[in-house]
Every structure is written in C-alpha cells, then in structure tokens.
C-alpha cells in the first residue's frame, strides 16, 4: 500500500526526489557539463542540499590525499561526466511522473512480502544520484545519499576512503561498459 502523501511531493519514480528540488538539480546538471576542480564539485553538492553541509571533508581528502594525478583527471573529466549523464536519465529510467508510473520504485517495508527488481542502468541510476547527493533522506527509510559519508571528518577515515574506493571502481566498471547498459 502506498503512501498518498509521498505521491504529491515526489518525482520521477524514486522514492526520495522532491520536484522542486529536481528541477534545481537539472538546471545546476545543465550548467556544469564539466567541471574542473574538486572545489566545483563539492560547490555544487552542498547546492544541491540547500546550504545544509559547507564542506565536504572526506570527498576533499579522498580526491587530494587518496588519488594520483592520472585518476584526479579521471574523477574529474570522465567519471563527473558519467555520474552526470546518469542522473540526467532517472526521468527515463523511473518514469516522468513517479504518480502511476510501472517505473515507480516502491518502499519495502518491514514484514511485508515484496520485491524490486531493477536493470542495471536503474542500478547505475541510483548510485549516480546518491554519489552526487541528489536524493532526500525520508522518514521511511535509511539515508540513500553519501551526503553523511562525504561530510565526515572521523576517526573512521581509513574505512570510508576504503567505501569511496569501491565505489570510484565500481563506476570506473560501468564506464567501461558504456553503452552496454
């Protein structure tokens, strides 16, 4: 059964985009093709959150202390034009209006026998919107964004470079995969 409050506040099919708050991202997508430092990118993630984080230290850390110089131009020319491109397809993936769309991602809920399935351009979709930070945390579920991870400064370092690494590797795969999707 779904949640008629959740059906007037979202689009395009994922549980957690807020319309006005996906037109604005659209137009920043628009805006920023490229980008050409890290500084660029961690100012438009923190736009795409309302101001509510000014810094993102462990993305910072992860591409100045983590990265050689070849994989720093990677980051920033092939794999921000990738993430890019992916999340500009989530109205084709999901659906224009999350309202009636087949499309439409529901939330599982606890003790009720369902399931999802997804293609693994969806797969790639998602992971695009939640390394840019384009997804809202909502009441009903965990937090689907590394908003949290990106803005940790923590004795934790070590293990989140590590996550952030088998993400870089998981979209350095997808990117190979291009048009295979």
């Known amino acids: 059964m779904e949640n008629n409050n959740l059906n007037d506040i979202i689009r395009p099919g994922l549980p957690n985009f807020n319309e006005r708050k996906w037109d604005f991202i659209v137009q920043k997508l628009e805006q920023y093709k490229t ?54 397809k989530t109205n084709e993936l999901f659906g224009e209006s ?15 026998c369902d399931r999802i399935q997804l293609t693994k351009a969806q797969v790639v979709c ?11 945390k909502l009441e009903e579920m965990n937090d ?16 989140l470079l ?3 690494k088998t993400f870089l590797n998981y979209f ?3 990117i190979d995969l291009k048009g295979k999707l």
């Open 98 to 112: 999350s309202q009636q769309s087949e499309n439409r991602i529901r939330i599982l809920k606890f003790n009720n």
């Open 144 to 159: 689907c964004s590394f908003l949290k991870i990106f803005s940790k400064d923590s004795v934790y370092l070590l293990t």
């Open 172 to 174: 350095e795969r997808m």
């Open 35 to 88: 980008i050409t430092s890290i500084d660029e990118l961690i100012e438009m993630i923190c736009s795409f959150n309302g101001g509510k984080v000014k810094k993102l230290p462990l993305l910072k850390s992860f591409y100045e202390d983590f990265l050689d110089e070849q994989k720093k131009e990677y980051f920033l020319k092939e794999l921000y034009v990738f993430l890019r491109k992916e999340v500009l």
């Open 162 to 164: 590590a996550k952030m």
């Open 126 to 136: 998602i992971l695009s919107n939640m390394f840019l930070c384009t997804t809202e």
